[in-house]
């Protein structure tokens, strides 16, 4: 998609600058944003009394990109009050960096400008895979996303074509909510590597424990290990 009408984004993001609140500020900002699909999605800026909380025209607009089909931005204009071109902050090229890429073009006062122009040596989802040896970080499936930081993960021995190997289960604590009933949640994969295991557990719960060979219980979890689960797992 090489063709930008670079007058209609521009337009939208006029007219979503109109729909800004702004009391604190008096600076309202609208911004439109060309997706891969064809489609526009807009956004403003939302102030709010507890200023840190703000949400600037682009978080708008990426919250619009996925509540309307997800994609990727291929083109954004920000514009101030008076219609013409505004920078984006430095959050919100992270923001955009995210759901656009490098190549994701932003309306200047002078030509368009890549992302990768406005945000150079990006942090990205590279330097997250960087850490974690190319393993992509475990993902909660989105129909459990509600049960984050709930429940509890056992992480236990298993055996796999005679070789052992490490598994968890992922289930539900009856003190999270009275009326429901307990059971898993979700089952794990195997790894060679217990700690690959937990590695999967904390990104669920901060509560995580460990059962080895001889039964023995450990806490791998988040913060000091409860008064029934004294004994911290250490690796090797």
């Known amino acids: 998609m090489t063709d930008i009408d670079w007058a209609q984004l521009r337009a939208a993001a006029t007219e979503a600058m109109r729909h800004a609140y702004a009391p604190y ?80 073009l932003i309306e200047s006062k002078t030509r368009p400008l890549r992302m990768a122009e406005l945000l150079p040596h990006a942090f990205g989802v590279e330097d997250l895979e960087a850490v974690t040896g190319e393993t992509p970080v475990p993902v909660v499936p989105e129909r459990l996303a509600a049960w984050r930081g709930r429940g509890t993960v056992f992480v236990h021995p298993d055996m796999s074509a005679g070789q052992q190997v490490w598994t968890a289960y992922w289930e539900r604590s009856a003190g999270d909510d009275a009326d429901a009933e307990t ?54």
């Open 25 to 104: 500020s008096t600076f309202p900002v609208g911004a439109a944003a060309l997706v891969d699909d064809g489609r526009v999605v807009v956004g403003c800026n939302v102030e709010n009394a507890a200023y840190g909380v703000t949400l600037c025209a682009e978080c708008g607009v990426v919250s619009s990109l996925h509540a309307t089909g997800g994609g990727r931005l291929v083109a954004l204009s920000c514009v101030d009050a008076t219609g013409e071109p505004l920078m984006p902050c430095g959050r919100c090229r992270q923001l955009l960096w995210e759901h656009g890429g490098p190549d994701c």
């Open 183 to 236: 059971g898993v949640l979700e089952e794990a994969p195997s790894w060679d590597d217990p700690a690959e295991a937990i590695t999967w557990g904390l990104a669920r719960t901060p509560r995580v424990v460990v059962v080895d060979e001889t039964g023995t219980i450990f806490w791998a979890g988040e913060g000091e290990p409860p008064l029934e689960i004294p004994v911290r797992w250490a690796a090797g």
